[in-house]
């Protein structure tokens, strides 16, 4: 597919060449949003796939046809980011029966460009849940955190640091031992010292901005429920 081939052309290519292909289970999303998919009819059953315009669902050992059609499903159903429709399928999934076995593990795991921890590496999201009674809903938790410290918010949701919010802060700084000041108050050099070290003990750098001096409001509401 680096090369251009679509993913259907791609994923030909591939069987052609592997003498187990029989037991093989894959699915391929191209750049335009072609999806190819492949179960080996030696993949332990039940096993099956299904392909839509920018997805590919698949699984073995499961307990039916069910559990693809309804990810399916609720991937194209589910708005937002990728990260969070991948998780939305996956859910939904484990809802129609999903392992035959039973639940153990969940990840997920999301690229672009310069995605990652400030535009260093093209990781956006990178999680994993090995061993756990509730693997998806555990992947949804960690996912919301990785979204709180390293989402982005639109510009009517970043907020001024002045007014309440500038006392909220300072309440909150106040109350992890990075402020020693009055809460009231216009902004100053003390306040702006206390508030870039906090920021970055907290790690909330992509979601304050202290030359503008604004707040993504999903970072302040986290940081008010600690008041």
Known sequence: MRDGLSARDALAKLLEQDADRDLRQVGLVDARGGAAAHTGPGCHAWAGHLVGEGFACQGNILVGQETVDTMAAAFRGAKGELSSRLVAA??????????????????????????????????????????????????????????????TSPDIDKLPIEGDVLADLRRVMASKGFY??????????????????????????????LRKRTIDRAVLAHLRTHL
């Open 180 to 209: 020693r000041g009055n809460a009231s108050g216009p902004w100053d050099d003390a306040t702006a010292k206390a508030l870039d070290i906090f920021v970055a003990s907290e790690n909330f750098e992509e979601r304050v901005d």
């Open 90 to 151: 996956l859910a939904a999934g484990e809802r129609a029966g999903g392992d035959k076995r039973g639940k153990q593990a969940s990840a997920l795991y999301v690229v672009r460009p310069k995605g990652g921890y400030g535009g260093m590496n093209d990781v956006l999201v990178d999680l994993r849940v090995d061993d756990h009674a509730d693997p998806v809903k555990e992947l949804s938790r960690l996912l919301d955190l990785n979204n709180l410290y390293f989402g």
